[in-house]
């Protein structure tokens, strides 16, 4: 009989055996990519990958704060940019905005295929504008459970998934699809999925810095 550490142990196995190839497809995307074993040495990866002095930032992230990077971050020898210590809107903005301008972003992904094509969903869409333009690299955290088989199973993660496990982490339940109530059209005054991001190609090489977990991690 199957126990969780053997669902793990299995789970790790076929992770393992994806990984290599959704690292070749990443880089082939001019993607700088990683594959590391667990949360714990991924902290490790991310923080080697930034130099002390540098100025840091991230976008909302269930996977980043799960794995304890934040506390590290913030407790490292980085210029840190933190929204969370705003005072008020207007602070918060403004905390967004220059968060464009930061030597490192740290984020995660809401899907992604086994061909290397990101998916991400954003409500004010101040991290999908990271993302794609503004700071000077971009380091992404994922688990390797929300890697996909193809794109429309990617999109449909960060749809169907993603965007309603966060709308919940938010207490925002109003917003996520119901039998009755389908709000896949983001008209909702709520809604966290106002803005839709796909990724085919990195246009900087090694801009956008990719770190593969072999295990589930975030929403």
């Keep these: 009989m199957l126990g969780r550490a053997d669902v793990e142990k299995i789970k790790k196995k076929r992770y393992e055996a994806l990984a290599p190839i959704l690292l070749k497809n990443l880089e082939e995307r001019q993607y700088e990519a990683y594959y590391v074993d667990n949360g714990e040495e991924a902290v490790k ?21 799960e794995i304890g990077l934040l506390e590290k971050v913030k407790s490292g020898p980085y210029k840190v940019l933190d929204r969370a210590e705003a005072s008020t809107p207007e602070e918060r903005e403004d905390v967004l905005r220059r968060a464009l301008s930061v030597d490192y972003y ?30 000077r690299n971009v380091i992404a955290v994922v688990g390797m459970n929300k890697v996909c088989r193809d794109r429309e199973q990617a999109l449909a993660r960060a749809e169907e998934i993603a965007a309603q496990m966060n709308a919940a982490r938010f207490g925002m339940e109003n917003t996520l699809y119901t039998e009755n109530d389908v ?23 090694g801009r956008i810095k990719v770190v593969l977990v072999g295990e589930d991690l975030g929403f």
């Design 183 to 205: 709000t896949d059209d983001c008209r909702s005054p709520k809604s966290i999925c106002n803005f839709i991001e796909q990724i085919l190609f990195c246009g900087k090489p």
């Design 45 to 65: 990866k991310v923080l080697s990958l930034i130099p002390p002095k540098s100025s840091v930032s991230w976008g909302g992230s269930a996977t980043i704060e």
């Design 106 to 135: 740290l984020t995660s992904f809401n899907g992604m295929s086994m061909d290397g094509v990101v998916f991400n969903i954003d409500g004010s869409g101040n991290r999908v504008a990271a993302i794609t333009f503004g700071p």
